[in-house]
């Protein structure tokens, strides 16, 4: 059906885990998206079809409003709002489920909670360079959503005959999500084959995708409105745009978690633009950074903020001021492009 990409090894490894383990607790990464809750919401339904009861997703902290009616939200504990309850549900975890990151400092203001914990880790992520703080592996960079991978991992524990209507709701969405509805990163034949399977478990894609893109509040469009108009800025040389959200106007257009998420995407539907640089004063400047065609902006985000990403899709900080930050995006433009020329 669907080509092999995980390594048989690790999967029988998984499989065992889940059986043999009672308690499991699954952790997204900061600022959670559509494939953080998709991927760890499947994990969850399927080791609860399993008949496993001690499941708990945890994530470091609140998720958009847009991804609430995904089913299992509501009993997603998030650690900015009841930390405690969080560190009991680790301390007690036999395996805990890492999806979509790959490194611990992905978890934000949780990190430290892992420390000391008994439980054995397991990661499943599609970024690079995945750090080693887990025990068992499953990195696949070339996959576009975590969501995929753990259809892929479930499909071959050769139980997709469980997998069931909510569990296929949460994939679909998480793969939708992090190819912007199959618009980039979705040419693989495969993600085709595996939304015929969803299909097949009932899903409503239409609907998935209307919950999902067509629940904006008015402040919101209003932001965009202000950010496209406003903050937006072309350098038509370097075929660039750069865009910031000042804190004062986070707090005009009272912004919600995932609000600004699609913003940085915006600029590149302009024929000339290839590279789109979005900055976001919070308690640190946030920087996403997104590109079309060769571009690897995870190289811009790792050289001038320590960030990482993917080739067309990366993210870095910055303590300092807004005007720094883009000060620094500025400066970078001329030498990157350079080095991409040679
Ligand atoms: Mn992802």
């Given at each position: 059906m669907i080509s092999k990409i995980i390594d048989e090894n690790l999967i029988q490894r998984i499989d065992q885990m889940m059986l043999k383990c009672s308690s499991f607790v699954i952790v997204g990464h900061e600022n959670p998206d559509g494939d953080a809750m998709g991927s760890t919401l499947a994990l969850a339904h399927f080791l609860r079809s399993l008949g496993k009861e001690q499941v708990q997703v945890i994530m470091p902290n609140a998720f958009p409003d847009n991804l609430s009616?995904?089913?299992?939200?509501?009993n997603v504990l998030v650690y900015t709002k009841e930390a405690e309850a969080c560190r009991q549900y680790l301390t007690q975890a036999d395996v805990i489920f890492f999806l979509d990151l790959n490194e611990l400092s992905r978890t934000g203001k949780m990190a430290p909670c892992f420390e000391g914990l008994?439980?054995?880790?397991?990661?499943?992520d599609h970024h690079e360079h995945p750090d080693s703080f887990a025990h068992l592996i499953v990195s696949h960079p070339e996959i576009s959503s975590t969501s995929e991978l753990v259809f892929r991992l479930i499909c071959r524990t050769g139980r997709l005959d469980i997998l069931s209507y909510e569990s296929s709701v949460c994939i679909y969405t998480g793969m939708m999500t992090d190819t912007g509805a199959f618009a980039y990163n979705s040419n693989a034949k495969d993600?085709?084959?595996i939304i015929y399977q969803l299909l097949l478990k009932g899903i409503d894609k239409d609907q998935i995708y209307r919950n999902v893109y067509y629940a904006s509040s008015e402040n919101r469009l209003r932001m965009i409105g202000y950010a496209l108009y406003r903050s937006m800025e072309i350098i038509p040389?370097?075929?660039?745009?750069?865009?910031?959200?000042?804190?004062?106007?986070?707090?005009?257009?009272?912004l919600k978690a995932g609000d600004t998420d699609s913003l940085v995407n915006q600029p590149l539907t302009i024929k000339d633009v290839n590279l789109s640089v979005f900055l976001k004063e919070e308690d640190v400047i946030r920087i996403s950074f997104r590109s079309i065609g060769n571009i690897p902006v995870n190289r811009l985000a790792r050289e001038l903020f320590g960030g990482g990403g993917h080739l067309n899709a990366a993210g870095g900080r910055h303590q300092g001021s807004l005007q720094e930050a883009v000060q620094i995006v500025r400066e970078a433009l001329p030498g990157f492009f350079a080095s991409l020329a040679e």
């Open positions: 009616w995904l089913p299992g939200a509501e008994m439980a054995y880790r397991i990661m499943i993600i085709y084959i040389e370097y075929h660039t745009s750069i865009m910031t959200m000042p804190r004062q106007k986070i707090k005009q257009f009272k």
